[in-house]
């Protein structure tokens, strides 16, 4: 688990000139243990696929997704990623 965590985070230094400092959970499964592997390795912040929104900061290594479609402008991802209780108008 340590060796995928690191190693990926070196190989994609490696070809783009940049180290990642978020990630992804491969299916969007984790743990305690991955979490604390990705600490270790660097990383600031990771995300699931649990849908969700109005994140903390001690949430930081299992970030939750909200949906965003085609139509979608900046408001309405605000909104969606926020815990408003209603969406911002747009005037």
């Keep these: 688990m340590r ?3 690191t190693g990926v985070r070196a190989a994609i230094k490696a070809h783009a000139g940049v180290t990642p400092d978020s990630i992804a959970y491969v299916g969007g499964g984790f743990n305690s243990t ?3 592997e990705v600490r270790k390795a660097g990383y600031t912040t990771a995300r699931s696929v649990e849908r969700g929104r109005g994140q903390s ?3 930081r290594y299992a970030l ?3 949906r965003v479609e085609g139509r979608d402008d900046v408001l309405d991802v605000l909104y969606r990623a926020s ?3 209603c969406r911002p108008s747009r005037g």
């Design 3 to 5: 060796r995928e965590v």
């Design 34 to 36: 991955l979490i604390e």
């Design 57 to 59: 900061a001690k949430d």
């Design 64 to 66: 939750r997704v909200v």
């Design 83 to 85: 815990s408003l209780a």
